[in-house]
């Protein structure tokens, strides 16, 4: 069993609608919660990170991280067609090791005009 | 200001060659870290040099070497190239990778292995 499971896609929604994305981890040791978001022929950007427990808004966009349940969500509001691309999450411990991420198998978003 | 450079972008090589990737980070960062990405495997970590050093290494094998120069640019290199060995490979640089160590990532090079 993988260290982070992600929801799988393709997820397809009409423009304005709020898409909730959600990842699950197995290891309790992870510190740092992050959401990439990875359009076509490009590498992953980072849209959001939090550490530990707790929501962290940025605009549209809202990470919720549940260690206690070892689940983290993004909710983007008022979604757009901009928005379409892959979403990852992805974890670390941090510290000396914070170079080593663990990755989500990522969810395809589709936002539909 | 400049970002991950990668290089190069796409090449095409046959099973038994060995293959080289060049990263140069964003100017002072000194960490580098590799990413292997695969639609059956994902995004997959091979490994991170921070001060010329090796700090983790992640669970490939052996044909999956790395280095860092003084400068920071980093280079990969996969030996005895297989069938599976076709990915897009990731660089992502940090500035001191620690704490929250955010990435960013490269355009990545595309190889194909024939």
């Known amino acids: 069993q993988k260290e982070v499971e992600q929801d799988p896609g393709p997820l397809s929604v009409p423009e304005g609608a709020i898409v909730s994305l959600n990842c699950t981890y197995s290891?309790?040791?992870?510190?740092?919660f992050m959401w990439y978001r990875q359009y076509s022929r490009k590498g992953p950007e980072l849209l959001m990170y939090?550490?530990?427990?707790g929501n962290k808004e940025d605009g549209r966009f809202t990470a919720q991280v549940d260690k206690s349940s070892k689940y983290i969500s993004l909710f983007i509001r008022d979604s757009q067609p901009s928005d379409s691309a892959t979403y990852l999450c992805?974890?670390?411990?941090?510290?000396?090791?914070?170079?080593?991420?663990?990755f989500g198998d990522g969810t395809t978003l589709t936002v539909k005009p | 200001k400049a970002g991950v450079t990668q290089t190069p972008r796409y090449l095409i090589k046959t099973r038994g060659q060995q293959v080289t990737l060049s990263c140069s980070p964003i100017?002072?960062?000194?960490?580098v870290s590799w990413y292997q990405q695969t639609p059956g495997q994902g995004l997959q970590f091979l490994f991170e040099?921070?001060?010329?050093?090796?700090?983790n290494k992640g669970n490939f094998p052996g044909r999956f070497s790395g280095r860092q120069f003084s400068n920071s640019r980093s280079e990969m290199n996969v030996s005895t190239l297989e069938l599976g060995d076709s990915a897009l490979y990731l660089c992502?640089?940090?500035?001191?990778?620690?704490?929250?160590?955010?990435?960013?990532f490269g355009a990545g090079s595309r190889l194909t292995v024939l």
């Open positions: 992502a640089s940090s500035l001191q990778g620690s704490g929250a160590n955010v990435l960013t």
């Open positions: 290891n309790s040791a992870f510190q740092y």
């Open positions: 939090t550490y530990s427990s």
């Open positions: 992805a974890m670390s411990v941090g510290g000396t090791n914070a170079g080593k991420s663990t």
């Open positions: 100017s002072g960062h000194r960490s």
């Open positions: 040099y921070f001060s010329e050093t090796q700090r």
